[in-house]
């Protein structure tokens, strides 16, 4: 059987042997001749195949499969494993800059807890359950004295305490770094967290996201960027300032009205629990999702803690795959980019 690959998906396969060695020793990776002799930069950051079948690999929090969340080297790893995008969540320091956390307490994904000078920053707040520091009472100089860790206790951590904390703005330069070296597009993906709670803070999410975009030309129409929240109102307010696609996370499917989502958002970010019956069947989520013009990607696909009854990683992708899902976040990129390969390979 001949295997038809476009020059894309050689790039992307080329991508996932080159990730083998940094997986094996479980080693932050670097930049290598092999990266700059791929193929030129395009013109400029639009994605190919951004709204066609081919289902997005969305590198969740960079490679937390085997590094510390949201660090420059488990980007870079999940890149090299073939990522379309990767994703940062997004909070505030308290002097206003915008740095790559999933929460602004830091206690689980950072050394905090080590920094005798920051004890007396332990503090509660509303909404959030016990004693923690929190992002929006430190200085980004403070918060780059800190290391990132894994969250998960069952994970590597042999990269704990190593790396630092990143900007936003780090993160776009990473990307932009990656797609002059692979030679391929690679997009971003921000979360805006606790937006509302930012913003009775006194912080603007929209100007601050949108004017990092800016500063690089990403704001422009066709830029390979999503932007997605878990609370509407931003991305209500987000559709009269930019064209950028956004995206409406939902954790439940109650009261979820598509039409009403596709007013203001291009696509929906479900749990994968919203989209499939135990039996199996659709449970008429992406029907209904597509039926409005909606994209879907959900989440969060992590092949060490897979659903029972997924024999394995590629059997799940392969299932959401095959239930009509547009992209997919995922802690394990590898897999997933292994994954649509031998989809490729099998339809030839
Ligand atoms: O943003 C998609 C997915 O990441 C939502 O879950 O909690 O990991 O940000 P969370
Ligand atoms: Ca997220």
Redesign the pocket.
């Known amino acids: 059987m001949t295997i038809k690959m476009t020059r894309r998906r050689i790039l992307a396969a080329s991508s996932v042997l080159a990730a083998g060695g940094a997986l094996a020793a479980c080693q932050p990776t670097t930049t290598t001749d092999t990266d700059a002799k791929a193929a030129p930069l395009k013109k400029d950051n639009a994605m190919s195949d951004n709204n066609t079948a081919q289902p997005l690999v969305i590198a969740?929090?960079g490679a937390p499969g085997y590094l510390p969340e949201h660090t420059a080297p488990g980007y870079d790893l999940a890149i090299r494993m073939g990522a379309d995008y990767i994703?940062p969540?997004l909070v505030f320091t308290k002097d206003g800059h915008l740095i790559v956390r999933?929460d602004h307490y830091l206690s689980t994904t950072t050394n905090v807890a080590d920094h005798a000078e920051f004890a007396d920053r332990k503090t509660v707040k509303d909404g959030h359950e016990g004693e923690d520091w929190f992002s929006e009472d430190f200085t980004l100089a403070e918060i780059k004295t800190l290391r990132a860790k894994q969250a998960f206790a069952s994970r590597n951590h042999a990269a704990d305490g190593k790396f630092e904390i990143l900007t936003f703005a780090e993160v776009i330069e990473l990307a932009q770094r990656r797609i002059s070296l692979q030679g391929r597009q690679i997009g971003i993906y921000p979360?805006t967290k606790l937006p509302s709670y930012f913003a009775s803070l006194g912080y603007d999410f929209e100007s601050a996201v949108l004017s990092e975009l800016s500063r690089v030309g990403w704001d422009a129409p066709g830029s390979s960027v999503f932007i997605?929240s878990f609370e509407d109102g931003i991305l209500r307010s987000l559709r009269n300032k930019t064209e950028l696609p956004l995206i409406m996370l939902l954790e439940k499917a109650d009261g979820v009205d598509m039409k009403d989502i596709a007013t203001y958002a291009n696509g929906v970010g479900p749990s994968k629990a919203l989209l499939a019956n135990k039996d199996g069947s659709s449970t008429g989520f992406i029907e209904a999702a597509h039926a409005s013009g909606l994209k879907v990607h959900p989440w969060t696909f992590r092949s060490d803690m897979l659903p029972e009854v997924f024999a394995n990683a590629q059997a799940e992708f392969d299932f959401f795959f095959d239930l009509g899902v547009d992209g997919i976040f995922t802690d394990f990129a590898n897999d997933a980019r292994a994954a649509l390969l031998a989809r490729a390979a099998r339809s030839g």
């Open positions: 969740h929090r994703e969540d999933h979360e997605q």
